[in-house]
């Protein structure tokens, strides 16, 4: 009795000791998180005006004269959306040939492993990277080079978690549409894809969210103008190097607009976010518990 005694006290301070560290991480990560969106809030809003979601930048914005950041707004949206759009068109393919084909045999796991690998890597390289290719071939910055490297970023994201989504699928639904005389291709293309389709969209807007919010790879490749891009062609502005650019700047009226400039950008975030968990929820309805 003495020793199940002993043995049920350590497990209990075992299990608080793990209780409060559980606890003690939310409260940092949560104090973290409101820290930031007060900073944000606080330093931002004041700065927030129409003008500024609905003008370009005019001559001497970047000393506190009058525009906005509209090109920075409209910039972003076409980054991330062709690159998401991209990044679909060959992930979507890879996780659906992972599950019909690889499944978790040694070539499957070696591609997952490549597919981390290229996760990890600082968005930085992938701006070095486009750079290289652009002196190599002759290009200049463009619309169409932040798209194609945003499209490399969201790729490894993008692959895996739709992995990981389609691997749960049940296999009983796989058998049955096999056992019905479906090849491979056709299980993957449409029992597939549409059972697992909500966790298919969370992965796409967690990919756009990602191609959005990112300045290093952008800055190499997309280049800066205070001008709305009108060709794949040409230099296009985006959000975060709009609040690197002004928070860089010495005047505090600018500096102000990068805090509100960042209040956009988080709300757009936001925004993906809780628009996947709602989207999710709805597309959960039509699939098989």
Known sequence: MGMRKKHLQKRHLVELFMKTIMRVSFVIVAG???????????????????????????????MGKEGGILNAIIGSAYLATGGTILAILLSLPIALYLKAYLGDSKWGGC???????LWGIPSVVYGAFGFALMIVFGLRASLLAGIIV??????????????EVIRRMPEDLEHAALALGSTKFEVALRVVTRQMLPGIVTAVLLAFGRGIGDAASVLF???????????????????P?????????????????????????????????????????????????
């Open 241 to 289: 190097l709009a609040v690197f650019f002004q928070l860089g700047s010495p005047y505090p009226e600018v500096q102000q607009r990068g805090y509100a400039a960042a209040l956009i950008l988080t709300i757009i975030v936001l925004a993906v976010s809780l628009g996947s968990r709602w989207l999710s929820a709805r597309l959960n309805k039509y699939t098989v518990k």
């Open 150 to 163: 945003l499209a490399l970023i969201e790729l490894p994201i993008m692959t895996r978690a739709m992995d």
């Open 221 to 239: 490749t997309a280049g800066y103008t205070d001008r709305i891009s009108t060709s794949l062609m040409r230099p296009t502005a985006s959000l």
């Open 111 to 117: 591609v997952r492993l490549s597919l981390d690998v």
């Open 32 to 62: 973290a998180l409101g820290l930031i969106l007060w900073t944000i809030i606080s330093r931002g809003l004041p700065a927030l005006t129409w003008d500024m979601v609905t003008q370009v930048p005019k001559g001497g914005y970047y």
